[in-house]
């Protein structure tokens, strides 16, 4: 017979994505992650695709964006670590095209047993010509997958 700790979630990752909506996302996951005395990695990718627009990759943004990410969930990653049913909190910003760099750099690195996401507003327009991440995470990874609206 299956017990709580067979069928609970072990490391619990949260992609964000820097909207308005993070925290409530954060917040989510961190009680997911307590709930199940699991690991909790928090995830951002800076958008190269939009940093390319401009002709070129222009690098010297790139650390004040990731300090600029690490100190707007500050707050909440200090409540996560204070919590101690959360063995362990990481976060881990990556540059990139956000597909590809959440599923090989973050993903495929880390191996969640959940990923939860935010469900992003998009207008109907950039849905149908980019989709979305809850999609892509949907389509593109073996474990759960949880979407906070």
């Given at each position: 017979?299956?017990?709580?700790?067979?069928?609970?979630?072990?490391?619990?990752?949260?992609?964000?994505?820097?909207?308005?909506?993070?925290?409530?996302?954060?917040?989510?996951?961190i009680?997911?992650?307590?709930?199940?005395?699991?690991?909790?990695?928090?995830?951002?990718?800076?958008?190269?695709?939009?940093?390319?627009?401009?002709g070129?990759?222009?690098?010297?943004?790139?650390?004040?964006?990731?300090?600029?990410?690490?100190?707007?969930?500050?707050?909440?990653?200090?409540?996560?670590?204070?919590?101690?049913?959360i063995?362990?909190?990481?976060?881990?910003?990556?540059?990139?095209?956000?597909?590809?760099?959440?599923?090989?750099?973050l993903?495929d690195?880390?191996?969640?047993?959940?990923?939860?996401?935010?469900?992003?507003?998009?207008?109907?327009?950039?849905?149908?010509?980019?989709?979305?991440?809850?999609?892509?995470?949907?389509?593109?990874?073996?474990?759960?997958?949880?979407?906070?609206?």
């Amino acid at each position: 017979m299956a017990t709580l700790n067979d069928i609970g979630y072990k490391k619990v990752f949260v992609s964000l994505d820097g909207s308005e909506q993070q925290d409530k996302v954060l917040s989510r996951a961190i009680v997911v992650a307590a709930n199940n005395g699991a690991e909790l990695y928090i995830g951002h990718v800076i958008d190269s695709t939009v940093l390319e627009t401009a002709g070129a990759f222009p690098s010297d943004l790139i650390p004040g964006m990731d300090k600029a990410f690490r100190e707007s969930i500050e707050p909440l990653v200090t409540e996560a670590k204070a919590n101690d049913r959360i063995p362990k909190v990481e976060i881990q910003v990556k540059t990139g095209r956000i597909r590809e760099t959440l599923k090989e750099e973050l993903l495929d690195v880390i191996k969640p047993d959940l990923v939860l996401c935010g469900a992003r507003g998009l207008s109907s327009i950039k849905y149908a010509l980019l989709g979305s991440i809850s999609t892509f995470l949907l389509r593109n990874t073996d474990c759960d997958i949880l979407v906070v609206k």
